[in-house]
């Protein structure tokens, strides 16, 4: 049978690219998508209900006319703590000098500001540091009232209306999700889209409670963006269905040579649970403005591809970049030719996490020792969830992994899973079907010709969510 026209990238970790006002247009959407975009991250801090609702049509628009299943990934804003007005609207702060936040709305001057959170005040302590505009300015809490802090000025420079405030000592009685998150929520979940981006989660519970909402019908991605929650990094992976190192917020919060250790952290961990695990934030940022990165951002994105992830991330730089098209194109050479070299799978191999000890784990494991052994084309999977395939992905096999499903919505999932060529098929209800509808697949995606060698595996009874217990190999006729 004769090979169709596939859009099939030739790497396996994948690409989300945020959308912006650089990046809306149907014509942008599908050359970022063409370019290497995978997923496609919408932004909720920015944009009305209406224009992501657009730019959702235009995405699904877009993925009907490429025959690929494309990601939607919906982040959604959470707390954001940010200091009142000044009269003059900034004013320049001096180290050793004594500053005051409260809750007076009154605008401020060089004395005093608004601290419009009382959860702050009821949290903090004599020590306590709180960072001003991304870490600009740093003041250390010296006194603590009912109703305001007194503070000293480690760090002085310029402060401007409603700049935020990062507090990375103490964990704030704050929820993960206000109600504009809820309403987001609401919105994105009855829009059909794959993934939820969890900002400010601190503990266990913010997870828990996220997921609640979301009820199964969509992935809960959490972003690893706060001291609190490396802290909780294990239970935190054990709740959450995909995680996001955010380096931005982690940068602010903790010492910058503490994020690369926390990135490979977070990295390795949830590739032992099998969870997607995507790298983010400045990854080529000098690209918002110039039409190539530094050598410094392409040694960071193979960086993170060294690391296993399943998906680097694209923000600004595509959102409200000059050159959104470009900073894809080149994420997408980079990436490539990393896997190209052979210390990648070296040190790739070498880093496989040990088999799960259940029957699908092992299954899993055999099936890419088997692929390896007999240097089979594909790895094909059927699943009903996407279970089976996230469980082959998180070993890492050296060939691609077809991910088979009845359901659109596990397609599309898919698209964030390392490795992972994902297609909607028919049911199937037989072991004999699901060889022939593994090897039809192989042949017209243009994994494998004729004589060559595929591994299907499957959980049977076909169609139970969970079980990966079946293991055949089968030769394209």
Known sequence: MPSRISLRRR????????????????EMIERLHRAGADVFRLNFSHGTHADHAERIAIIRAVEAKVGRPIGILADVQGPKLRVGRFQAGRVQLQPGQAFRLDLSPTPGDVRRVQLPHPEIIQAAKIGTTLLLDDGKLRLRVTHVRENHLETEVLVGGPLSDRKGVNVPDVALPIPALTQKDREDLAFVLDQGIEYVGLSFVQRPEDVAEAKAIAGGRALIMVKMEKPQAVENLDAILALTDCVMVARGDLGVELPPEEVPLIQKRIVRAA??????????????????????PTRAEASDVATAVFDGADAVMLSAETAAGQYPYEAVNMMDRIVARVEQDPGWRALTDAERPAPEATSAGAISAASVQVAHTIRAQVIATFTSTGSTTFRVARDRPDCPILGLTPSEATARRLAVVWGVHSLVVSEIHSMSEMV?????????????????????????????????NSLRVAAVK
Do not use: D, N, W, Y
């Not at 099998?274 to 790298?279: A, D, E, I, T, Y």
């Open 436 to 468: 022939t509808r593994a090897l039809r697949a192989a042949q017209q995606e243009g994994f494998a010709t004729q004589g060559q060698e595929i591994v299907v595996t499957a959980g049977v009874p076909f169609g139970t969510p969970g079980t990966t």
């Open 271 to 292: 590739r032992a649970l099998g969870k997607p695990v995507v790298v983010a934030t400045q990854m080529l940022e000098s690209m918002i403005a110039a039409p190539a």
């Open 11 to 26: 790497r396996r970790t994948k690409i989300i690219a945020t959308l912006g006002p650089s990046s809306s247009s149907a």
